[in-house]
């Protein structure tokens, strides 16, 4: 088999374009810290892997090695799924859309579903989001909300 390395973006995911680079994260207004107050700061970078193929994310803050989101969409879809694993070794596969600057992502599981929603700004270098939980899938309550400002 002759090994070939995508050498040009996946015209699936084109629309991601924005968010390739260095980003800054600061999570607050935390439902999981003892201080709901404080602030988590973290850096983020977004990547296209295999010459296109993909696009990665990596995550992490001066505590724990961090995150990695795999991000790929079927062609014939207009939605992404997105493969997470984390430090803590969590693995989970969320949806995911975006267009019109709104980003979204959401889980529907058994005791625990997520979504997220994100306001990307006009020139592309800030994106204000929050993340909520439900325990049944019916009743959310705010998790954390997350800004990224790109570097």
Same mark, same amino acid.
């Given at each position: 088999m002759?090994? +070939?390395? #995508?050498? /040009?973006?996946?015209?699936a995911?084109?629309?991601l374009e924005?968010l390739?680079g260095e980003w800054?994260?600061?999570?607050?207004?935390? @439902?999981f810290?003892?201080?709901?107050? *404080?602030?988590i +700061?973290?850096? #983020?970078?977004f990547?296209?892997?295999e010459?296109g193929?993909?696009?990665i994310?990596?995550m992490g803050?001066?505590?724990?090695?961090? *995150?990695i989101?795999?991000?790929n969409r %079927?062609?014939?879809? !207009?939605?992404?799924?997105?493969?997470?694993?984390?430090?803590?070794?969590? !693995?989970?596969?969320?949806e995911m859309s975006?267009?019109?600057n #709104?980003?979204?992502?959401?889980?529907? @599981?058994p005791?625990?579903?997520?979504?997220? /929603?994100?306001?990307?700004?006009?020139d592309?270098?800030?994106?204000? *989001? +929050?993340?909520?939980? @439900?325990?049944d899938g019916?009743?959310?309550?705010? %998790?954390? %909300? #997350?800004a990224y400002?790109r +570097?």
């Amino acid at each position: 088999m002759n090994e +070939k390395n #995508v050498s /040009e973006l996946n015209p699936a995911l084109k629309d991601l374009e924005v968010l390739q680079g260095e980003w800054e994260m600061e999570l607050s207004n935390t @439902s999981f810290l003892p201080d709901p107050s *404080a602030t988590i +700061k973290g850096n #983020v970078s977004f990547d296209w892997l295999e010459g296109g193929a993909f696009l990665i994310m990596r995550m992490g803050d001066i505590r724990s090695q961090g *995150a990695i989101w795999l991000i790929n969409r %079927d062609e014939s879809s !207009s939605d992404y799924k997105v493969f997470y694993y984390d430090d803590r070794k969590v !693995s989970r596969i969320y949806e995911m859309s975006f267009s019109d600057n #709104v980003w979204k992502l959401w889980r529907h @599981s058994p005791n625990f579903s997520q979504r997220f /929603e994100g306001q990307i700004s006009n020139d592309g270098n800030k994106i204000l *989001a +929050k993340w909520e939980k @439900s325990g049944d899938g019916r009743k959310w309550e705010h %998790d954390f %909300d #997350v800004a990224y400002t790109r +570097k």
